[in-house]
Structures are given as C-alpha cells and as structure tokens.
C-alpha cells in the first residue's frame, strides 16, 4: 500500500470585492503530496497548481503566508484536470495522510463542487500525521505546529514552508520517524457521513472503541436512538447498565455517560455531536475503560449538571 502524505492551500473570498459562495468557502489552489511506501521512503512527488474557478482574487493572509500571486495559478490547471492526475499518482491502494484534520474535508467539497465522486461515499479512513506524532512522542492530545514536530526530531530544514508541496514533503520526512506501530491510530473524514444503519463506523482501537452514526435530523433524535445511547463493552460485547445515564455539557455538544462491565471494569462513554454536511446531525461516540475513581467525578459532574439544570428552570418561571 502507499501513503499517500497530502497538503493543500486553499484561497477564499475577499470581503467587499468578491462574495463568498456558500457551497465553496474554501478554493483549492495548491496540491502538494509525497507517495512513500511502507518503510517511509519517498517514492514519488506531486506538486500542481490550480488555475481558480471561482475566488479570482488572492485573499491577502493567503498571500502573505504562502507567497502566491494571482499570475502564478492563472498557469495552474483547472482542479478537475489537477485531480485526475492527483488520483492517478494515488494509484490503486493507497490510504491519505495529512498534518491536521482539515485538508481531506475541504478537498472532498471541492471535488463535490466541481461534480466529480468525492474519495469515498462513506466516512474516509486516513492517517492524521499531527495526532500520530502526538501518540508517539507526546501526550497523545496535544497538538502541535507541522514546524514544532520539525525542531522536535531535529529534522532538516532544506526548502521553504507553507506551499503545499514543501508542507507535504516535511509531513512525509516526520511520518517516517513515527514508529509504525502508532498508524493503527487511524482518523476519519466525515466530511459524508453514513446515510443508513449499515453504513455506521465501529472502529476498535488498542485503548478505544470509536462509532460513528448515521445521520439524524437533531440531537435528541440521535440520543434517542439504541444505537447511539448504548452503552456497550467493546471486549466483550455485552450491552451495560448505565452506572452514569447520559448527561449533555457545552450546551449540548457533548454527551456523557458511564458503565461497568463485570469482567472488563469501569467504562466512560462520550457522545460528540456534530454537523452533518447535509444540514442535519450525526454521533461519534468513544468509549474506553478508566479507573474507578474516574467514575467518580464524573457522577459528580452530572449531579452538577442536573443542579445547574434545576436552577436554570425554576429562573425561568
Ligand atoms: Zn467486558
């Protein structure tokens, strides 16, 4: 298989001089990858710019970053034309890795934009090379800058940032310092989310379990539905009584919840609440083993919630 390492820039609408399109914020105007086999070698390059379609004004912070002008991508193609080659590069079997979680979401509208197949009709696996190098070097949440992880593994700096191939190429050269063992940590792009029940993600980590649902038309449909508010040991696969029902924070964005499996321990589960593309809403949901203790707080934390709740309701009449 090859990885595929892949950065984009992108320019957008100019405030007064050129409305925004809602369909197309961002406008892909730099394609830059490295194809690397599986022992992190450099085996091809690609590097295209896009001639726009759309934005015919360079947004000046786009500009000032990545030193391109408006002549230079007039000699660019046209992004369908710059897509077909970029799949062709891709070649058969080969999974995308970006620093960051932008870059496959926006180049998937573009490509919906200008009426080709998006990557998959489905949540897209890839490899997110900003939270690898975090697992295998860090904490595992933090995130850093692509220039941070090149000061980090004392990488050499031989050709200038922020253009689209030199950030591939420096995402290629720290790929291959992670230890292979961290890419089982896969992402995945919603940018389409599953439109039925077959088409739901369920996948197991070495320290999680990820599920990814269906659309539904809001929140609480969602929290409704058995699948979602499941509170499920992914070892064993037994379905758990609720220790903690399924208590939402940040005005409703996040949901949370807590079991414990016999055999297994003390589970905590987390539902994010996310924008669909479509307009309507879908679920991932998290869940891992914690400590005992853990349990604690966050019954603690809900018991908070209900009060602020209550207080909130009586304000109110
Ligand atoms: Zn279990």
Not at 242 to 271: D, Q
């Amino acid at each position: 298989m090859n990885y595929i390492v892949l950065d984009l820039e992108w320019n957008q609408s100019n405030t007064g001089r050129e409305p925004e399109v809602k369909e197309l914020p961002f406008e892909v105007i730099d394609v830059g990858a490295i194809r690397m086999d599986e022992d992190g070698r450099m085996i091809g390059e690609f590097n295209q710019l896009v001639k726009p379609q759309v934005y015919q004004n360079m947004h000046r912070i786009t500009s000032r970053i990545i030193h391109l002008h408006m002549q230079d991508l007039l000699r660019g193609q046209p992004f369908p034309e710059v897509m077909k080659e970029f799949l062709e590069f891709c070649g058969e079997d080969y999974l995308l890795c970006t620093w960051g979680t932008m870059d496959i979401g926006e180049f998937q509208r573009n490509m919906k934009f200008f009426g080709m197949d998006t990557f998959s009709d489905g949540p897209l696996k890839f490899l997110d090379v900003q939270k690898l190098f975090s697992i295998a070097f860090e904490d595992g949440k933090s995130r850093r800058s692509l220039e941070y992880a090149i000061d980090f593994l004392k990488i050499e700096k031989d050709i200038p940032f922020h253009r689209a191939f030199s950030d591939a190429y420096y995402t290629g050269k720290v790929f291959a310092l992670i230890p292979k063992e961290t890419r089982v940590y896969y992402s995945f792009d919603t940018y389409v989310v599953p439109q039925s029940k077959e088409e739901e993600v369920f996948a197991e980590f070495p320290t999680y379990m990820k599920y990814i649902s269906r659309e539904f038309g809001d929140r609480h449909s969602a929290m409704e539905d058995k699948e979602v508010s499941s509170t499920r040991c992914y070892l064993c696969n037994k379905n758990l009584r609720k220790k903690i029902r399924w208590f939402s924070t940040n005005s409703g964005k996040h949901y949370y919840a807590a079991a414990e499996c016999p055999v297994h321990g003390p589970m905590k589960f987390k539902a994010r609440v996310r924008k669909a593309e479509t307009g309507g809403v879908y679920i991932v949901k998290t869940s891992k083993f914690i400590p005992e203790e853990k349990l604690k707080e966050l019954g603690e934390r809900r018991a908070e919630m209900v009060k602020k709740k209550k207080e909130k309701r009586k304000g109110q009449s």
